[in-house]
Nanobody
Framework: QVELAESGGGWVQPGGSLRLSCAGA????????WNWYRQAPGKERELVAA???????YYPEFAKVRFTIARDYEKNEVFLQMNSLKPEDTAVYYC??????????WGQGTQVTVSS
């Protein structure tokens, strides 16, 4: 059984940093492409960062420079380092694993709140 568990969310002041983790159980990080999404109240879920199984990464404009996605093969985890956080980054953040054969797994989400 595959389970993804996010952690590392919380409250931070504007300009601060958080590091989100996604621990994978029942799958190997190396076998999947990984994504971080977020969903703010009243808004659609949006992609924050992605890393393919070949290592290539993608960030939408708002996340470039500030956010970094990375995989830790030893820990079987995927990380999202978020710097220079803004109030508009407040959302529930979800990790997602997908492969070419249609597997699509989601974590339960972790809340990130950026406010003064």
């Amino acid at each position: 059984q595959v389970e993804l568990a996010e952690s590392g969310g919380g409250w931070v002041q504007p300009g601060g940093s958080l590091r989100l983790s996604c621990a994978g159980a029942g799958l190997s990080v190396v076998d999947f492409g990984w994504n971080w999404y977020r969903q703010a109240p009243g808004k659609e879920r949006e992609l924050v960062a992605a890393v393919g199984d070949n290592g290539g990464s993608y960030y939408p404009e708002f996340a470039k420079v500030r956010f970094t996605i990375a995989r830790d093969y030893e820990k079987n985890e995927v990380f999202l380092q978020m710097n220079s956080l803004k109030p508009e980054d407040t959302a529930v953040y979800y990790c997602n694993a997908r492969n070419l054969w249609g597997a699509d797994y989601w974590g339960q989400g972790t809340q990130v709140t950026v406010s003064s």
